[in-house]
């Protein structure tokens, strides 16, 4: 994924210690290299010093939720690809998060190739978004 010189970056935000240790595996087994945050304030923090080509956000977390993760993450780094995930969506948390910039929304639990296919669209959208420099 991404090009041959870098790996892509990707931060996984989410609560549950178990699902971040779940995604940074399967993601980290398909060459991405995975950025884990346990909560918005820390997903904040680290894209405040790293660029990352994707996010992935769960939206029910406690203090600042997937919602107000995803604003931030927008108005820190406009170009990463936020991809959101949750359990239970209220069709009001999908329709913010495309009205913010979500890329996508995928619902637990998740079917793994779904989840790649994705991303992959993700990717590709950033891309097209913002073409790299030519050197």
Do not use: W
């Amino acid at each position: 994924m991404g090009d041959t010189s870098s790996r892509t970056r990707i931060l996984v935000v989410d609560d549950e210690p178990s699902m971040r240790e779940m995604l940074r595996r399967v993601l980290g087994s398909r060459d991405f290299e995975v950025v884990l945050a346990e909560n918005g304030v820390r997903a904040h923090q680290l894209a405040s010093e790293q660029a990352f080509d994707l996010a992935l956000c769960d939206v029910a977390m406690p203090g600042i939720d997937g919602i107000a993760t995803l604003a931030g993450l927008k108005a820190l780094r406009p170009s990463t690809e936020v991809v959101m995930m949750s359990g239970y969506a209220p069709a009001a948390a999908v329709t913010e998060s495309r009205r913010l910039g979500a890329y996508a929304f995928v619902e637990k639990p998740f079917d793994i190739d779904r989840l790649f296919s994705t991303l992959e669209r993700a990717l590709e959208h950033q891309r097209q978004r913002n073409p790299l420099p030519a050197p």
